[in-house]
């Protein structure tokens, strides 16, 4: 569930339900997009019970929710998840991965002061480019010169938008038109003729000044690399078919990467020279500081001023490369650690990890406790179960005509192409054996149907703005919910039998009323 404004100035709520379908696969659907007239948690809660009765569901029924890190929403005293767990206890809180992802890189672009200048700095670019039709024009005609097909602009770096900082700093500096970089530099360095505004040139000085820097080129490959090792989890916690456990192990994995990218320093050092070389910039190297001299006191023995000097290369890597990697680390574990007793149990459920405990043939004493606790179940008899479904699980495995491997390994990444959850629940299904492990089928439903995400909700929003646009900003409430249901499940809609519609509507109270 999340919020937003719309054309009109209205604040809308949009309510996705996740659930399993009868085939066992993970579904998510809009259920309503409603007006919120009281954004308090409790005025949320009231709208929440509002929808959910029209559409016959009951709140006691589920078994997680799923919001951004807004304090009406995540409060520990007067929240909505609080409400909402007040009248159903077993419904886990689970802070949003993808927003809390995105506050992870957020913190590390703002870790230092280099940091913050490179991200300025492209701020600073998008806006001098699109504040004048002349200068785009200038730097679309430099690419053309440079047969660049598609023409390029600077991209805006936006707080509420995800992975804005990584498109803006691809598009400038490691686009895959590697003469893009130096068609900003000629279009700055055009708009310092004599002709233009003092203002212009004086701003398309400084730019080029910061765009040829060192620094920024070393600070650029220093946050690509960042990227590159967000970017996979970021990508399938954009997707909708996704698991808890899953997504955990892949923050865990960027978590290791970013660990082991603090050895690499030498290396990006080593990119970043050869990306000033390749494009002939006049510093190539960190520039030589001013050296600093401590003054001595009166009363010490040596009147000789001494003399601090130390190297760029081990200020910046001090000051700068470590600390973003060590503010990225941090923030992983801090942000992504509320839930780390509920997951070791949910751990266990991991047909990868059935392997090793058939061979030691012992679970922890504490194995489901705090699992059992939440959702009302008997930890033993979880034991029970699930010590007897690991002994059979290889043979049900090797006899099933099922996939094996997880849904999303299209993506092609190594952490997706396993075995998962859904295939242990739905070979569970397939052989009816809900009645021999009922505390373990019910559990292997609750784990995938756990929302861990809010991208429905902003693929939602997104489609918003084009139904209701400045154009139909008086639009209903009833009319705007209709439409919305059609634009974003459409799927469903081309399943409908449009005869059935217009035989029903034709024998409907509501067409005799219309010609009477």
């Not at 959910?52 to 078994?63: C, E, F, P, Q, Y």
């Not at 700095?121 to 699109?130: M, R, T, V």
């Not at 970089?181 to 360095?189: A, K, S």
């Not at 398309?204 to 000044?209: F, I, Q, S, T």
């Given at each position: 569930?999340?919020?937003?404004?719309?054309?009109?100035?209205?604040?809308?709520?949009?309510?996705?339900?996740?659930?399993?379908?009868?085939?066992?696969?993970?579904t998510?659907r809009?259920?309503?997009i409603?007006?919120?007239k009281?954004?308090s948690?409790?005025?949320?809660?009231?709208?929440?019970r509002?929808?959910?009765?029209?559409?016959?569901?009951?709140?006691?029924?589920?078994?997680?929710?799923?919001?951004?890190g807004?304090s009406?929403?995540?409060?520990k005293?007067?929240g909505?998840?609080?409400?909402?767990?007040?009248?159903?206890?077993?419904?886990?809180?689970?802070?949003t991965f993808?927003?809390?992802l995105?506050?992870?890189?957020?913190e590390a672009?703002?870790s230092s002061?280099?940091?913050?200048?490179?991200?300025?700095?492209?701020?600073?670019?998008?806006?001098?480019?699109?504040?004048?039709r002349?200068?785009?024009?200038?730097?679309?005609?430099?690419?053309?010169i440079?047969?660049i097909s598609?023409?390029?602009?600077?991209?805006?770096?936006?707080?509420?938008?995800?992975?804005?900082h990584?498109?803006?700093l691809?598009?400038?500096?490691?686009?895959?038109?590697?003469?893009l970089?130096?068609?900003?530099?000629?279009?700055?360095?055009d708009c310092?003729s004599?002709s233009?505004?003092?203002?212009t040139?004086?701003?398309?000085?400084?730019?080029?000044?910061?765009?040829?820097?060192?620094?920024?080129?070393?600070?650029?490959?220093?946050f690509?690399?960042?990227?590159?090792?967000?970017?996979?989890?970021?990508?399938?916690?954009?997707s909708?078919?996704?698991?808890?456990l899953?997504?955990?192990?892949?923050v865990?994995?960027?978590?290791?990467q970013l660990?082991q990218?603090?050895?690499?320093f030498?290396?990006?050092l080593?990119?970043?020279?050869e990306?000033?070389?390749?494009?002939?910039?006049?510093?190539q190297?960190?520039v030589?500081k001013?050296?600093?001299?401590?003054?001595?006191m009166?009363?010490e023995?040596?009147t000789?001023?001494e003399v601090i000097e130390?190297?760029?290369?081990c200020?910046?890597?001090?000051?700068?490369?470590?600390?973003a990697?060590?503010?990225s680390v941090?923030?992983i574990?801090?942000?992504?650690?509320s839930h780390?007793?509920?997951?070791?149990?949910?751990?266990l459920?991991?047909?990868?990890c059935?392997?090793?405990?058939?061979?030691?043939?012992?679970?922890?004493?504490?194995?489901?406790?705090?699992?059992?606790?939440?959702?009302?179940?008997?930890?033993?008899?979880?034991?029970e179960e699930?010590a007897?479904?690991?002994?059979?699980?290889?043979?049900?495995?090797?006899?099933s005509?099922?996939?094996?491997?997880?849904?999303?390994?299209?993506?092609?990444?190594?952490d997706?192409?396993?075995?998962?959850?859904?295939?242990?629940l739905?070979l569970?299904?397939?052989?009816?054996?809900?009645?021999?492990?009922?505390?373990?089928?019910?559990?292997?439903k609750?784990l995938?149907?756990?929302?861990i995400?809010?991208t429905?909700?902003?693929?939602?929003f997104?489609?918003?703005k084009?139904?209701?646009?400045?154009?139909?900003?008086?639009?209903?409430?009833?009319?705007?919910?209709?439409?919305?249901?059609?634009?974003?499940?459409?799927?469903?809609?081309?399943?409908?039998?449009?005869?059935d519609?217009?035989?029903?509507?034709?024998?409907?109270?509501l067409?005799?009323?219309?010609?009477?």
């Open positions: 569930m999340d919020c937003t404004t719309d054309a009109s100035h209205a604040d809308q709520l949009s309510l996705i339900i996740r659930y399993l379908n009868d085939s066992y696969d993970i998510e809009l259920v309503n409603q007006r919120v009281d954004s948690a409790k005025g949320l809660l009231a709208t929440l509002d929808i959910l009765s029209k559409n016959s569901i009951n709140l006691s029924d589920a078994v997680g929710q799923s919001y951004d807004a009406v929403m995540r409060g005293y007067n909505l998840k609080s409400l909402i767990q007040k009248e159903s206890s077993k419904c886990l809180f689970i802070w993808d927003h809390v995105n506050l992870v890189i957020m672009c703002s002061i280099a940091a913050k200048s490179l991200f300025g700095f492209l701020e600073k670019l998008y806006a001098f480019f699109s504040a004048s002349k200068r785009s024009d200038i730097l679309e005609e430099k690419q053309k440079a047969n598609q023409n390029h602009r600077p991209q805006r770096v936006s707080t509420t938008r995800w992975w804005s990584q498109r803006a691809d598009n400038v500096f490691f686009s895959q038109s590697e003469s970089y130096d068609c900003f530099i000629d279009t700055l360095n310092q004599p233009q505004s003092n203002e040139v004086n701003d398309a000085e400084a730019l080029e000044r910061k765009l040829t820097s060192f620094e920024t080129v070393l600070t650029a490959h220093l690509k690399r960042i990227f590159a090792i967000t970017d996979p989890a970021s990508s399938y916690l954009q909708e078919k996704i698991d808890f899953t997504a955990i192990r892949l865990e994995t960027a978590e290791q660990r990218l603090r050895d690499e030498g290396v990006i080593t990119q970043a020279k990306f000033c070389a390749s494009h002939e910039l006049e510093q190297n960190f030589k001013r050296t600093r001299k401590r003054k001595r009166a009363d023995i040596d000789v001023d130390e190297n760029p290369a200020m910046y890597r001090r000051e700068t490369f470590l600390y990697i060590d503010t941090r923030s574990n801090e942000r992504f650690s780390k007793a509920i997951l070791a149990d949910f751990a459920l991991d047909p990868e059935f392997k090793d405990h058939r061979s030691s043939n012992t679970l922890p004493s504490n194995a489901f406790k705090n699992v059992a606790q939440n959702y009302g179940q008997d930890s033993n008899k979880l034991k699930y007897s479904f690991v002994e059979i699980y290889p043979n049900l495995k090797e006899s005509q099922l996939s094996l491997l997880s849904e999303s390994n299209a993506s092609g990444n190594s997706l192409n396993r075995e998962n959850f859904l295939t242990a739905k569970l299904a397939k052989y009816n054996l809900k009645s021999a492990y009922p505390n373990l089928f019910c559990l292997y609750i995938v149907t756990l929302p995400g809010s429905k909700c902003e693929r939602t997104s489609k918003l084009y139904v209701k646009n400045r154009l139909r900003s008086t639009m209903g409430q009833a009319r705007l919910n209709a439409l919305m249901l059609v634009n974003v499940e459409g799927e469903l809609v081309k399943q409908l039998n449009y005869e519609i217009i035989d029903s509507f034709a024998a409907s109270q067409l005799q009323n219309m010609l009477l």
